[in-house]
């Protein structure tokens, strides 16, 4: 079949406009943002001093930021007696401080690394401002980098020493907190004249506290001094390790013969600690204890021959594992008695 020069030109017509229709063409809306998020400018603005005690604390961010990423990621230091309010104005975060500011002293606002705009971008690295309710600031200062472990996030807590003071990030809020950027590296700006211990930690559960046992835990070396207002502090390279704080736990008991009974830990012990075994009819001779030489989870126990069915109580104590942690004191259990030989 002939088709007609009519019908042609229309079928080019429409083969052009389809064409047209076909060229690849960018999203809608522009663009896709990869820009990571800056703070523009804040109030009190940076360094500034004889601040009022009853000024308010506001940043303003180069875009419209992940509000719930911000809000974890926000420190003030020296801490308020209740947690601030957050109040949001567009890209401009209000912190609303539960009480007036205190006299002749140097505050610290961090935001941290995990903030991020809508896009997901991270900020590259923490950022910090400093003012003061007196007449100067402290200029001193603390640096160093973390080891990063992937995308979890990781916080880096810094105690101010005072007399008698011996901190456990465990269960002690710290008085300056910071996050490291996406290169490891940290800073504590406008830290006064003191002496500082320095934890960082993997925040695996993402709670923004230090759990032990789940979170790996980094300590400086030692106690860092900054010894004047203007003093820089390097304290190098922090590696975060996950720390075993648990004693070992019991797992079971049984009297594979009849001078023998056979405990079983969930990890290797080195030190089978004080065993006493005893029964309705008395105590039980423990002749010695060792820990099994192929599976160091497992304590023998030699004792005096045991009466075939009999119920024995078994108390244990100073049971350690290879760190050096204890077993529960007074922890016991119970097997009877094997009459084999």
Request: charged share 25%; hydrophobic share 35%; proline share 6%.
């Amino acid at each position: 079949m002939q088709i007609g020069r009519g019908t042609q030109s229309a079928v080019m017509t429409a083969l052009i406009l389809f064409s047209g229709c076909a060229r690849p063409m960018s999203p809608p809306g522009g663009p896709l943002d990869r820009l990571a998020p800056e703070v523009e400018w804040t109030l009190p603005s940076a360094d500034s001093v004889g601040v009022d005690s009853g000024s308010e604390i506001r940043i303003r961010f180069s875009e419209s930021m992940d509000r719930r990423s911000v809000e974890r990621a926000i420190f003030v230091s020296p801490a308020f007696s209740m947690e601030p309010k957050l109040k949001w104005r567009g890209r401009e975060l209000e912190i609303e401080t539960p009480e007036p500011l205190r006299e002749d002293r140097t505050y610290l606002v961090t935001i941290g690394s995990e903030s991020a705009d809508e896009s997901r971008n991270r900020m590259r690295s923490s950022y910090s401002f400093a003012f003061a309710t007196g007449t100067k600031l402290s200029q001193g200062e603390i640096r160093g980098s973390m080891r990063q472990e992937g995308s979890v996030q990781s916080y880096v807590w810094a105690y101010d020493m005072r007399e008698g003071m011996s901190p456990d990030p465990s269960t002690d809020p710290p008085d300056y907190v910071t996050q490291p950027g996406q290169d490891g590296r940290f800073h504590f700006p406008r830290i006064g004249v003191g002496r500082y211990r320095v934890f960082g930690f993997v925040d695996k559960n993402r709670d923004q506290i230090f759990t032990s046992n789940t979170d790996a835990l980094a300590v400086a070396a030692g106690d860092l001094a900054v010894s004047s207002d203007e003093d820089l502090v390097d304290l190098g390279l922090l590696k975060p390790v996950l720390r075993d704080t648990l004693g070992p736990a019991f797992l079971s008991a049984r009297t594979p013969d009849a001078r023998h009974i056979l405990l079983r830990f969930d990890e290797p012990v080195k030190a089978p600690g004080i065993l006493e075994v005893r029964s309705k009819s008395g105590s039980l001779q423990v002749l010695g204890t060792h820990v099994d030489a192929e599976d160091s989870s497992q304590v023998w126990v030699l004792t005096r021959p045991q009466v075939a069915g009999e119920l024995y109580n078994i108390h244990m104590a100073e049971v350690m594992d290879r760190n050096g942690n204890l077993l529960v004191s007074g922890e016991s259990t119970e097997a009877r008695g094997d009459g084999e030989s």
